[in-house]
């Protein structure tokens, strides 16, 4: 067993030592994870104040008249500002989501939930998002395959993967989206034709804030956090996410759940 110490956190580490020896290397990590307990604190504190100012500011915006044929200078200045502050609205929004999800200390294994029925809902939010893009958009779900989990979390990771691939696929796309059982577990899979990602970002891409194409994804109004959300749902869940990738032919999103969070098939 471990030396305990109150108040102290430590990193173990077991490497051989000689031939019959076993040497146990103990690392005082207190300051670090203190720090990092600050930071989520802080962070979700501050996505918190800044909530209330910014749905103020993005009300009066709504309600300013913006006529193009009167002023247009302010018509327009007006339409950016409003599309600016719900970008800001956007981002705190994830940000409160990931605090969230990195806090959750909420079971697993105490409820069960209806995937099926959450995706027949993220197809329809798929289409409407789908408006101007006029991709080719196919759910293809195991209509009895539920899983133990964390409802919001697992219904936040599928859509930001569901609505990524409607967002970076060039208009006329294909997108198929899978939920299936195989002898590993459920499998969630979506996978489209778009313009793909190089293999130097995929390491890389689930970090906070990572981006391929900055400039391009801005437009997208993406807050830069959706992969990092995928990703701590997914670690909360004994999972991980998997990419597949290659330039100019398309993506692969997926993530297994084991045979053990299966509620019903
Ligand atoms: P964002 O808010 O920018 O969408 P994400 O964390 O969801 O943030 O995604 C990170 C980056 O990964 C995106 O900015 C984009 O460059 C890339 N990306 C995500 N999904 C896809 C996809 N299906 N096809 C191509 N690029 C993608």
Request: glycine share 6%; proline share 3%; net charge negative.
């Amino acid at each position: 067993p471990a030396p305990t110490n109150p108040g102290k956190t430590f990193e173990y580490r077991i490497m051989p030592y000689g031939e019959a020896h076993l040497l146990l290397i103990a690392r005082d990590i207190t300051r670090v994870s203190q720090l990092e307990e600050m930071r989520k604190d802080f962070v979700a504190n501050v996505s918190h104040e800044l909530r209330t100012p910014l749905t103020v500011l993005h009300g009066y915006l709504e309600l300013l008249p913006a006529d193009e044929q009167e002023n247009p200078f302010q018509a327009k200045a007006i339409n950016e500002m409003a599309a600016q502050t719900q970008r800001m609205q956007n981002l705190v929004e994830d940000l409160l989501v990931l605090s969230r999800i990195e806090a959750s200390s909420e079971r697993i294994y105490e409820n069960i939930v209806d995937m099926p029925a959450m995706f027949r809902q993220m197809e329809a939010e798929a289409q409407a998002l789908n408006k101007d893009k006029h991709h080719t958009i196919t759910f293809h779900i195991d209509n009895a395959l539920k899983v133990f989990g964390v409802e919001t979390e697992l219904r936040s990771a599928c859509s930001n993967l569901v609505f990524n691939a409607v967002h970076y696929t060039p208009a006329g796309g294909q997108i198929d989206v899978y939920w299936k059982a195989d002898n590993e577990g459920a499998r969630f899979m979506v996978v489209d034709n778009g313009d793909g990602i190089a293999q130097n970002h995929l390491a890389r891409l689930t970090e906070r804030f990572y981006r391929v194409d900055k400039a391009r994804s801005r437009k997208t109004g993406g807050s830069g956090l959706g992969l990092s959300i995928v990703k701590h749902v997914l670690t909360h869940h004994n999972s991980r996410l998997e990419i597949a990738s290659t330039v100019g032919q398309g993506s692969e999103f997926s993530f297994l759940l084991s045979q053990e969070l299966i509620a019903g098939t």
